[in-house]
């Protein structure tokens, strides 16, 4: 599975961006499918996760009721939108795919190649 990031870019604080990861070669259907993000100086964290199966997702607190995660398996794309945008969510965002039993442990196995989202104050 080969993923391309993008949609990234520069926003003011209090905007949106849509994030979407692009599938070129495979299908993600059966994949767990995860957003990333790392900060400058920062160790990477995640911001989102999408089960396959059950089509349950996660957030962290520092993102929930602002990022939504959503799967399009006809189009084969996982999207991130991002609403109500700080400037502490300036980052580059990274798009996973993982075998389901793995990312339980939080093992992703193929990655994009990163979009830079900028935020503004």
């Known amino acids: 599975v080969q993923l391309q990031a993008s949609g990234g870019g520069l926003v003011q604080a209090g905007g949106s961006l849509r994030l979407s990861c692009t599938a070129s070669e495979g299908t993600l259907t059966y994949y767990n499918m995860g957003w990333f993000r790392q900060a400058p100086g920062k160790e990477r964290e995640i911001v989102a996760t999408?089960?396959?199966?059950?089509?349950?997702?996660y957030y962290p607190d520092s993102v929930k009721g602002r990022f939504t995660i959503s799967r399009d398996n006809a189009k084969n794309t996982v999207d991130l939108q991002m609403n109500s945008l700080k400037p502490e969510d300036t980052a580059v965002y990274y798009c996973?795919?993982?075998?389901?039993?793995?990312?339980?442990?939080?093992?992703?196995?193929?990655w994009g190649q990163g979009t830079q989202v900028t935020v503004s104050s």
């Open positions: 999408h089960t396959w199966s059950s089509g349950s997702t």
């Open positions: 996973a795919a993982g075998i389901p039993h793995l990312t339980d442990s939080g093992e992703y196995d193929y």
